[in-house]
């Protein structure tokens, strides 16, 4: 971890008694514009300058990142720039597939988003220990895998690939136009409108899935265990939710995969194995838009040499790539503009609701935490620990000590990592008995606190680690 980060001083005090008198006197217009002018006051500027970089929240990008997406960050709030252009230590990160490593965290670093689902390129790991939430987009590409799962549909029920490629090898000898009628009737097909579609995972992609395939008139069969109420209401009317993969295909046309590969005991590793495929109907066609490691190959195998019916997988496969009834596609489900547009806003909304408030959503390893709005002038502090007894008691006792009425309190708690907040109204401090920054040192010098953060203010000040017993703020 790098540290080169300048000290914030914050003087409390000061700030407490000019909102006491702002208390009493002005109309709220008055006292907003008066509290902006403390607010300046309230930091030493030569110690904040280079750490908040003139005072914006600096984001750092690795790989090109949609600058619609980047627009979420408005100009006069936010420094964006691309982590190799930067000039100084960033408040969070944006990355798409760059491999993170762990010295390209500085000990500024609050916040690490992925623009995508899957975060296997952060070392998420070693990002908890920090006590740093790491973010991600689910759902954002979800349509578009949605549309190219539909393209499967409709590839799987007619040879429109294959007719494709007979049409490329007649124009090349100069007989399309005299061959066409004849040849067309090797590439037949049949109409999805009537029939059975089976979607096993109705998460994000699987209940746009569904819902599309009611559209188009087919009657539609579901499968997940762990269905979520967000996804619940996406599904169409009328769609049955069966109680396994196999009730769910027994008399399926079509099934779409949409469930996550997770390896090992327990896990999706070749779920789709032959114990399944064999409840598969002779015709039906297996739409692989999840991951290739779902499916048994030579089960598959099996079912295609053995019937008429299909394979249209995302996923190179070694065993299928040139079976006459599979369609390989290169991996294009999330290939398109509005995914990463939509990945990237994500990200964006999703960091920046951390950083000016707070709240967490969307963090593979931290505790969701929905923030009721910080009152008019209250200053928000928040404390990331490890998840051990006593430490709401300890934090809560500092701020009591200081003669400090909190307002509100919540603690969370995922893993080993617990996260809490607490604001409070300066104005309400009559006797403040330690400095603010002091009692920011207290609270993060803890034994099992690891950062802390005073939301007020200057962007991109007020952050403070404890690591392995020192302070760094
Ligand atoms: N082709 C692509 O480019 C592309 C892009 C994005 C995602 N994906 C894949 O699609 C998958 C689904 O994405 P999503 O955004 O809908 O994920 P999601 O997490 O929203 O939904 C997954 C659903 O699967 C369910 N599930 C888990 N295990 C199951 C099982 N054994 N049987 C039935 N249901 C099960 C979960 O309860 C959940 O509702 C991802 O895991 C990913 O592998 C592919």
Known sequence: MMMNMRKVTIIPSVLARAVKARCLAGTQ???????????????KTEDWEDFTKRGKYSIQTYNKIST?????FPQEMYDVSPAEFASGPAQALLIRSHKLKEDEVDVSVRAIARCGAGTNNIP?????????????TPGANANAVKELILCGLFLG?????????????LGEQGVARERVEKDKAMFGGREIKGKTMAVIGLGHIGALTARDAAGLGMVVKGYDPGLSVQSALFLPQGLELMDSITSAIADADYVSLNIPYIKGDGGTHGIIGADVVRH?????????????????????????????G?????????????????????????STSEAEDQAAAMAAETIRDFIEHGTIRNSVNFPTTELAERRDHAMRVTVVNKNVPGMVSKIATAFANAGINI?????KSRGDIAYNVLDFDPASVSDLKVDLRDLQKELTLLDGVLSSRVLFGIPGAGYARNIDGKYHV
């Open 29 to 43: 217009q008055q006292q907003r514009l008066f509290l902006s002018s403390m607010d300046t006051d309230r930091w």
């Open 280 to 308: 598969l109907k002779p015709g039906a066609v297996v739409l692989n838009f999840a991951r290739g490691e779902l499916v048994d190959s030579q089960a598959m195998k099996d079912h295609l040499d053995n019937s008429d």
């Open 310 to 334: 299909r394979y249209v997988s995302d996923f190179p496969d070694d065993e299928l790539w040139d079976h006459k009834n599979a369609i390989i596609i290169p991996h294009l489900g999330a």
């Open 407 to 411: 307002l509100q309190q919540i603690n």
């Open 124 to 136: 998420v790991a070693r990002m908890t220990e920090f006590g740093i939430p790491v973010f991600n």
């Open 68 to 72: 619609k997406g980047l627009a979420k």
């Open 157 to 169: 029920s007619r040879r429109i690939t294959d007719g494709i490629n007979h049409m490329r090898d």
